[in-house]
């Protein structure tokens, strides 16, 4: 990967009356709706499904359709307590809004290696010819504990650093039961997919899209399926976050108490490709700054994915590898995955 360039951050452009041209999008990955302006949903686009968690038998039914036919889908009564959602969206916010330039940056990432822990701009960008991302981020990482180290995570507010750490208990714990629903929903055993990932590499971050002079030129986060095996979503209630649903780009309805459950590329391939990775962006808002925090579950980077079912339909890939290709190619949607098809 190219070195690239110290990060412009984006909250430092606000009140521009044009986006530098490094963040003008070619006509074809522009959006097609300018959130706010009356056009957010059109009546007849389909919405992502709710599946309530604690709806017993059903809920495997309700999964296995969803993840046939999006890869995504909210979640409610999942457990988690709504307060320490409403916390985390609180502090992530105050963290942007709040912090001065001097004491964000002092808690800056490294520009140069992909997803460095702390205060960053472009996270998926792989070269400095790319087109920018309107998003500047925190990651935080959390698991597995040895890997954890709060002393890298502000500490502004005496609870951020303890509302990370329960967030982080929280997240994973229904990201192993979500893991445990989805194998049974394929008829696997219930620990399938969970074994095959192993122990969790979690990433927690946090997005704050600042607003943006021209929405209709720019994206927020470029079109992209997550690398690892599940994200579990939250955002405030702005709106902007799009899925790719049979070739069209559909908003994603903020529901405040919701958890957004994103399946990642990883476990398309450990289910032969019965379930999809979901294929989403961020776009921008001319008037409201918008934030949203991503809770990413990764395998560790030696272990050996492969198809649960014969005969397979992907090579097997050794995880940092797939990594490595996909911050040294991009993204661009799923082309990392679909590239291991056989
Ligand atoms: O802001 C959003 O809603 C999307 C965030 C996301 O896709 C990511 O952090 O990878």
């Not at 929280?170 to 008829?187: W, Y």
């Not at 008037?287 to 992907?314: G, Q, W």
Request: glycine residues 6%.
């Amino acid at each position: 990967m190219e070195v690239v360039d110290d990060p412009i951050r984006v909250q430092t452009l606000v009140g521009k009356e044009a986006v530098p041209p490094q963040y003008v999008q070619p006509l074809e990955t522009r959006p097609q709706r300018i959130v706010g302006n009356g056009n957010d949903n059109d009546n007849d686009e389909p919405s992502p499904p709710v599946i309530d968690l604690s709806k017993g038998s059903s809920v495997r039914e309700q999964l296995e359709r969803a993840c046939r036919d999006w890869g995504a889908f909210h979640v409610i009564n999942h457990g988690v307590p709504v307060e320490l959602l409403g916390e985390m969206r609180r502090l992530g916010r105050s963290f942007f809004e709040d912090c001065t330039m001097d004491q964000k940056l002092s808690y800056g990432c490294d520009p140069n290696s992909p997803a460095s822990e702390g205060y960053g701009s472009r996270m998926l960008v792989a070269s400095n010819d790319t087109v920018l991302d309107w998003r500047d981020y925190y990651d935080h990482h959390t698991l597995p504990l040895s890997r954890q180290n709060p002393s890298k995570w502000p500490h502004f507010s005496p609870n951020y650093r303890k509302v990370v750490a329960d967030y982080s208990d929280q997240m994973n714990s229904l990201a192993e039961k979500l893991l445990c629903l989805i194998s049974e929903s394929l008829g696997l055993p219930s620990s399938c997919i969970r074994d095959a990932i192993g122990e969790f590499y979690q990433n927690i971050t946090v997005s704050y899209y600042p607003p943006c002079p021209q929405p209709e030129l720019t994206l927020g986060l470029q079109s992209h399926s997550d690398m690892g095996a599940i994200t579990l979503l939250i955002q405030d209630d702005v709106g902007g976050l799009e899925v790719l649903k049979d070739g069209k780009w559909v908003l994603v309805n903020p529901l405040c108490d919701a958890i957004f459950v994103i399946l990642a590329d990883q476990t398309e391939m450990i289910t032969n490709g019965q379930y999809k990775s979901a294929p989403h962006r961020a776009i921008t808002n001319g008037k409201k700054a918008r934030l949203s925090v991503a809770t990413f579950h990764d395998p560790a980077k030696m272990k050996i994915i492969s198809p649960a079912f014969e005969p397979p339909k992907y090579r097997p890939v050794r995880y940092g590898d797939y990594v490595s290709s996909w911050y040294t190619q991009g993204p661009e949607g799923k082309r990392n995955v679909d590239a291991l098809l056989i």
